[in-house]
């Protein structure tokens, strides 16, 4: 495993437990009642109204200087991401660490086989992804025959550690300021490059031109087409945007089973300009919605009429006599209450109309999944609750 397949992982692992604060006392309110009765003289309220100006000034100041930059830095990394990219990827980590659905899902994973090398990495670095990587945005470039990848993380990083880690298994030269990074890829002849940007976020590619990816110009019109994606997504803590170039039809037949594929689908998500995918963990599930646009009418309504007719076979499927004999119970009305509950709806925005479909993974469908795979036959047929179909019928994005 290479030093940086070692750092970018994707952890799921829950936080320490954090500490709400209480209402507010009867006692302050009684100040704040005392005070409200108070009377001042002119002076008094000039020396008041200068104070409150001064603090606003001072807190609007660092606000502006700090404040935004943490808040913005979800748009930071996404904005630092290629514009000729076919793809790119965000997860918020901390978000998803944090998630009370995901917490369980991770209670209910196997444990992980000790990794003898991530080990060894741990203890000379000190990075723990499971702990130290916050946010992850990552863009994928397809080429003829192969495809690259440039990604910038978000953490605490050992930035002595890491870099004599690095200088011992590859290389390190400086270039416009900057100390980059060579190390080899495990198991292939690429090399993966990195820099750090600063104390918390570090850039690496198994592209060859690392300082040329991150000081090359954008076109403002590139940018604006990414973004106007990733703003629809903001509430969402991890997500996929893909453009039509990435042939995602394609993509979809080659990872799907045999004899599950579609080829109408495939050639259908292939007309498409964007597709987007994304997940939000609510209470008790995970909301799941995937949006494909296209500038032609035809194409979204002819997806949508597609989506419909396969959410319908499948149930009808389920409900097939020989499924119900080899499908564990359980597992089969957890399938059911998944498609009852997935909702196909059209959008139009304009330049272009979109297909959405939206449904919801509960907790109820990952249990009989669970029991199932461990051949648990025997358990009752899962009665989905009602309130799990109407979650995912609900009709904005995540």
């Known amino acids: 495993m290479s030093l940086a397949r070692k750092i970018f992982k994707l952890p799921l692992r829950p936080p320490p437990d954090r500490i709400v604060a209480g209402a507010d006392s009867w006692e302050n309110r009684e100040h704040r009642s005392k005070f409200g009765q108070m009377r001042l003289s002119k002076r008094e309220w000039a020396a008041l109204a200068a104070g409150l100006l001064f603090g606003t000034a001072a807190a609007l100041y660092t606000y502006q200087r700090y404040g935004q930059r943490d808040f913005s830095g979800r748009g930071d990394l996404l904005d630092m991401m290629p514009a000729d990219s076919s793809a790119i990827l965000f997860a918020d980590l901390t978000q998803l660490r944090s998630a009370p659905f995901l917490m369980q899902l991770y209670t209910w994973a196997p444990p992980p086989q000790p990794d003898e090398d991530y080990t060894k990495f741990l203890n000379e670095t000190g990075f723990d992804y499971e702990r130290d990587l916050d946010r992850l945005a990552m863009a994928f470039q397809k080429t003829d025959q192969d495809s690259t990848f440039f990604a910038v993380a978000e953490g605490r990083f050992d930035q002595q550690k890491i870099s004599a880690l690095a200088r011992k298994s590859g290389t390190a030269e400086r270039r416009g300021g900057r100390e980059i990074f060579a190390v080899p890829e495990s198991g292939g002849a690429k090399k993966i490059t990195f820099v750090f940007l600063s104390e918390n976020r570090i850039a690496l590619t198994d592209r060859p031109n690392l300082g040329q990816i991150l000081s090359a110009k954008k076109r403002s019109e590139d940018i604006a087409e990414w973004r106007a994606r990733f703003e629809r997504l903001a509430g969402s803590p991890v997500f996929a945007v893909i453009r039509q170039e990435a042939a995602a039809g394609e993509a979809l037949s080659s990872q799907t089973p045999g ?61 097939d006599a020989k499924t119900r004999q080899q499908l564990n119970p359980a597992l089969r009305e957890a399938y059911l209450a998944l498609l009852k509950g997935a909702d196909v709806s059209k959008l139009d925005r304009g330049d272009t109309k979109s297909v959405r479909l939206a449904f919801e993974i509960t907790r109820a469908f990952l249990e009989s999944a669970r029991r199932s795979a461990a051949g648990s036959g025997s358990a009752v047929p899962a009665k989905p609750a009602p309130a799990d179909a109407a979650r995912a019928k609900k009709g904005g994005h995540t």
Do not use: F
């Open 259 to 319: 004899g599950l594929g579609s080829p109408e689908l495939s050639g259908m998500l292939d007309r498409l300009e964007w597709i987007t995918v994304a997940g939000k963990p609510e209470a008790d599930g995970l909301r799941v919605v995937a949006e494909g646009e296209s500038t032609s009418e035809e194409t979204t309504s002819r997806l949508a009429d597609l989506l419909h007719g396969i959410l319908s076979l499948a149930q009808a499927g389920l409900n």
